[in-house]
């Protein structure tokens, strides 16, 4: 039978607000470990090798021995996807670097462990416009990594809670990096226009799609960095994550935005939709 929420463990399932996981799990400690989200509609996942890739690739990066292969982690998640309900749902997975005695460097011994859990995700309708609160970018430079160590977001999550805004705008002097938890891009002159990918920016699953559909529709891009005063004079602004697709930005910090562009923004939208549409079948 359906349930609303899906725990896991290490090939146990159960309720996550019943599960247990060792205190002494590197995650608890140090945040020690990578994650990833999917979005699953009808119990069919979207995307879920390209955030796949993703999470194998934190996993390298943080030096986690991950040994799992990718077919073995597929069929533990084709284990959750019958048990959760229809409509849209978020897949979390967490890979740890495993239970040791708390000591700062890496266990000689450890094994990874795999949390998973998935939840109602209720989605944003197409034509959310969000609000922007600016805060100063004070990440770290390990920010193309998916880690747990997510403090410095949640601060900036939290003080544009405060502001009444939708989302966290990060900038690094004039230099626009990311939100809080989505990815910004801006429509200029008939181009989207996205930042680089460094250490300072998380590679967006959304983000690539969208790429890929631009490419697919002869829509111009640009990569390059975008400064706050760029950024205020574009066409329109972009939100994207797993859990909003992608929504407008209207205001940032009380001054209006964008507006400039909206049927390239419509398209965009349009798009995106149908590419859900031609691989979960569901249609939002």
């Known amino acids: 039978m359906p349930m609303q929420n899906i725990g896991y463990f290490n090939g146990t399932i159960g309720n996550p607000e019943e ?7 590197r995650s608890v400690f140090f945040g020690d470990a990578v994650y990833d989200a999917v979005m699953i509609l009808d ?7 390209l955030h796949l890739d993703r999470l194998y690739n934190s996993c390298r990066l943080v030096e986690i021995p991950f040994t799992m292969s990718r077919d073995e982690l597929k069929k533990e998640i084709h284990r959750l996807l019958p048990l959760a ?3 849209s749902t978020m ?17 000689a011994d450890a ?3 795999l949390i998973m859990m998935i939840k109602p995700l209720p989605l944003p309708p197409w034509n959310k416009r969000a609000s922007l609160h600016a805060v100063e970018d004070l990440r770290f430079q390990y920010c193309n990594i998916k880690s747990t160590n997510l403090l410095p977001n949640v601060f900036a999550a939290q003080k544009a809670t405060a502001a009444g805004a939708t989302e966290a705008l990060l900038h690094r002097g004039d230099r626009v990096t990311e939100a809080a938890h989505s990815s910004i891009l801006m429509l200029k002159d008939g181009a989207l226009v996205m930042p680089p990918l460094d250490d300072l920016i998380l590679p967006s699953v959304t983000r690539k799609i969208l790429e890929k559909l631009c490419a697919e529709n002869h ?8 400064t706050m005063s760029e950024l205020m004079d574009a066409d329109e602004i972009l939100l994207c994550s797993t859990t909003k697709n992608v929504i407008y930005v209207y205001d940032v910090d009380g001054q209006p935005v964008g507006g400039k562009d909206q049927v390239l923004a419509k398209r965009l939208q349009d798009l995106f939709s149908d590419e859900i549409y031609r691989e979960t079948g569901v249609r939002l």
């Open 43 to 49: 119990q069919k996942p979207f995307t879920l090798d």
């Open 19 to 25: 599960m247990v996981i060792p205190l002494c799990d």
């Open 85 to 87: 309900d229809m409509g």
């Open 91 to 107: 897949l979390y997975i967490q890979v740890t670097r495993g239970t040791a005695p708390r000591k700062h460097e890496f266990p």
């Open 111 to 113: 094994k990874p462990n």
């Open 219 to 226: 829509i111009p891009t640009e990569v390059r960095i975008i």
